[in-house]
């Protein structure tokens, strides 16, 4: 077989991480495009010369077709998977940081209102520096009203403690699959959508 995508996408499915369970999982939804991909491209590559013209670019359009469904599927799938992976690892992160008011969160928060900007910044240094969930709750899983902290910096502060206290795991792994997987079904719907 000579065609460059189709070597492409079998090359891509090469690379794709396997880590645990979801990296087999997800490796498999791509053999599932590389195996309609292959019939496509056989198919155009060497028709069968007993058959017709008419015949064999039937029989191609309907390997497209084949091909565009089960990319359809297969993105579905596929971004339905990483949702949930990426779901499960930011409800890891947050237990992980235990971010928790405790009984002082009310004086925790009048305190915090009461100081300067110095004042403030050292506050949320120490939990930072002290992995305080605790202090870092009171302050950040609140309405911006009761801090007085802009909602974009509750969201920063919140995206950095998480970062620091419980980094998320498996990150790297996702990303170069993401990405990866991007190509292979952009890969897949250029076969799937040759002029025949």
Request: overall charge negative; hydrophobic content about 45%.
């Amino acid at each position: 077989m000579k065609s460059p995508k189709f070597a492409s996408i079998k090359h891509l499915i090469t690379r794709i991480p396997e880590d645990g369970q979801l990296g087999t999982e997800l490796r498999e939804l791509m053999q599932r495009i590389e195996k309609d991909a292959f019939v496509a491209t056989e198919l155009r590559e060497h028709p069968d010369p007993m058959r017709s013209a008419v015949a064999i670019a039937q029989d191609v359009a309907t390997a497209q077709e084949k091909l565009k469904v089960t990319v359809s599927a297969v993105r579905d799938l596929f971004c339905s998977k990483i949702t949930q992976f990426r779901e499960n690892v930011k409800a890891e992160q947050l237990k992980s940081a235990n971010l928790v008011p405790n009984e002082y969160a009310a004086e925790i928060r009048l305190i915090y209102r009461s100081l300067d900007d110095a004042g403030k910044t050292k506050i949320l240094a120490d939990a930072f520096t002290q992995h305080d969930g605790a202090t870092m709750a009171a302050l950040i899983s609140v309405p911006p009203v009761l801090t007085g902290i802009s909602p974009d910096r509750i969201a920063l502060l919140h995206q950095q403690f998480l970062d620091l206290v419980a980094p998320a795991k498996n990150v790297d792994f996702i990303n170069k699959f993401s990405d990866t997987s991007e190509e292979i079904l952009r890969i897949a719907n250029e076969i799937a959508t040759e002029p025949i």
